[in-house]
T-cell receptor, first 116, second 113 residues
């Protein structure tokens, strides 16, 4: 059974046209993360929610926003996609989000975003 | 600073052992992880090691950690075609609050028949 679900798996948008990517989880985990993975690059953390608290990485562009309306769902909004935003976007969850204990991050299959 | 380095490609014959290497720079890392990514799929956690351990074995997988040299390796015994994937080394550095992973660029493991 899928635990972290991302929709859609493939998304095509036009330059400058807002787009929303969706992530849902059946694990009831406290923390949800969004990572960006460009071709042949390491996944890079954009931001995360600890419950309802939003935490932005310092170098995440303002063009990227996120919403978490409830425990199960988290959305990634790209307000004005540029060609450089084409990437795989990975959602992950963890129960506690604490580095001091074993706290596995579970990843979804990703959404591949193409910007035309 | 945060930086994780890996070789981009490794080619091995089926049945041989694969050794994937990783170096990291932040000595405050608490846990180090190996993730596997198959084509079109998300990241699957393979194994992890706590920073005060030297070695961890889990079936065909052996993780070695040299904390002095900040070097991590993943050995896959009896490599099979199903092991063909990209392997990511990742570290987690406690910064207070929920902590994200810092990944290497991944090593493509290629299996020759």
């Amino acid at each position: 059974d899928a635990m972290v679900i991302q929709n859609p798996r493939y998304q095509v948008t036009q330059f400058g046209k807002p787009v929303t990517l969706s992530c849902s989880q059946t694990l009831n985990h406290n923390v949800m993360y969004w990572y960006q993975q460009k071709s042949s690059q390491a996944p890079k953390l954009l931001f995360h929610y600890y419950d309802k608290d939003f935490n932005n990485e310092a170098d995440t562009p303002d063009n990227f926003q996120s919403r978490r309306p409830n425990t199960s769902f988290c959305f990634l909004d790209i307000r004005s996609p540029g060609l450089g935003d084409a990437a795989m976007y990975l959602c992950a969850t963890s129960r506690y989000g604490l580095a001091g204990i074993t706290d596995t991050q579970y990843f979804g299959p990703g959404t591949r975003l193409t910007v035309l | 600073g945060e930086d994780v380095e890996q070789s981009l490609f490794l080619s091995v014959r089926e049945g041989d052992s694969s050794v994937i290497n990783c170096t990291y720079t932040d000595s405050s890392s608490t846990y180090l992880y190996w993730y596997k990514q198959e084509p079109g799929a998300g990241l699957q956690l393979l194994t992890y090691i706590f920073s005060n351990m030297d070695m961890k074995q889990d079936q065909r997988l052996t993780v070695l950690l040299n904390k002095k040299d900040k070097h991590l390796s993943l050995r896959i015994a009896d490599t099979q075609t199903g092991d063909s994937a990209i392997y990511f080394c990742a570290e987690i550095i406690p910064r207070g609050g929920a902590d994200g992973l810092t990944f290497g660029k991944g090593t493509h493991l290629i299996i020759q028949p």
